[in-house]
T-cell receptor, first 111, second 118 residues
Framework: QKEVEQNSGPLSVPEGAIASLNCTYS??????FFWYRQYSGKSPELIMS????GDKEDGRFTAQLNKASQYVSLLIRDSQPSDSATYLC???????????FGSGTRLSIRP | DTAVSQTPKYLVTQMGNDKSIKCEQN?????MYWYKQDSKKFLKIMFS???????INETVPNRFSPKSPDKAHLNLHINSLELGDSAVYFC?????????????????FGNGTRLTVT
């Protein structure tokens, strides 16, 4: 099993709907999780970080962490065309001080 | 501007050549990293330095040699370039990330260097 796994997509969502991005992680990853957004040809930028079980909301974004199921998700409400990008899930690798990334999910918001 | 900056933005070179990528951060962070992103967007860590000390050295060919003259700079030198080295290389920094890390410290990325080996 890869340390951090994501469905590569593409995920197509109509404008105004909720986009749901999912990520699972292995036992070797714990503590801290991050969602990054990467536009084509650009560098990843941090959207959300989450460390505790439950939900964390920031504007239109909600991160959800379920440590029992080893599952992290990102919800984007009222999706906009500008949300079209690749979303990278990342977690802290327990035995070393490094952040491990999933392979990313490509999200497309259709007008 | 406070940022992570890396140069050059684009690097086109022939197989067998040696090249370097430079990175500087003025965020006051203690830890710097090199990540490689392949054509499928998979972002993989290569190295990290904490306060000039090498912390992480992934399974990377020894043709790749990082150098950190101070905690604000981390350069990457690549010898005998191969076709498979073609990728985007990202420098990043974080406030924490050393051997003992509480790790509530996300990564801040530079704009990337697109390396093309022909």
């Amino acid at each position: 099993q890869k340390e951090v796994e994501q469905n590569s997509g593409p995920l197509s969502v109509p404008e105004g709907a909720i986009a749901s991005l999912n990520c699972t992680y292995s036992d070797r990853v714990s503590q801290s999780f991050f969602w990054y957004r990467q536009y084509s040809g650009k560098s990843p930028e941090l959207i959300m970080s989450i460390y505790s079980n439950g939900d964390k909301e920031d504007g239109r974004f909600t991160a959800q962490l379920n440590k029992a199921s080893q599952y992290v998700s990102l919800l984007i409400r009222d999706s906009q065309p500008s949300d079209s990008a690749t979303y990278l899930c990342a977690g802290l690798y327990s035995s070393a001080s490094k952040i491990i990334f999933g392979s990313g999910t490509r999200l497309s918001i259709r007008p | 501007d406070t940022a992570v900056s890396q140069t050059p933005k684009y690097l086109v070179t022939q197989m067998g050549n040696d090249k370097s990528i430079k990175c500087e951060q003025n965020l006051g962070h203690d830890t710097m990293y090199w990540y490689k992103q392949d054509s499928k967007k998979f972002l993989k860590i290569m190295f990290s330095y904490n306060n000039k000390e090498l912390i992480i050295n992934e399974t990377v060919p020894n043709r790749f040699s990082p150098k950190s003259p101070d905690k604000a700079h981390l350069n990457l030198h690549i010898n005998s370039l191969e076709l498979g080295d073609s990728a985007v290389y990202f420098c990043a920094s974080s406030q924490e990330g050393g051997p003992v890390s509480s790790y509530n410290s996300p990564l801040h990325f530079g704009n990337g260097t697109r390396l093309t080996v022909t």
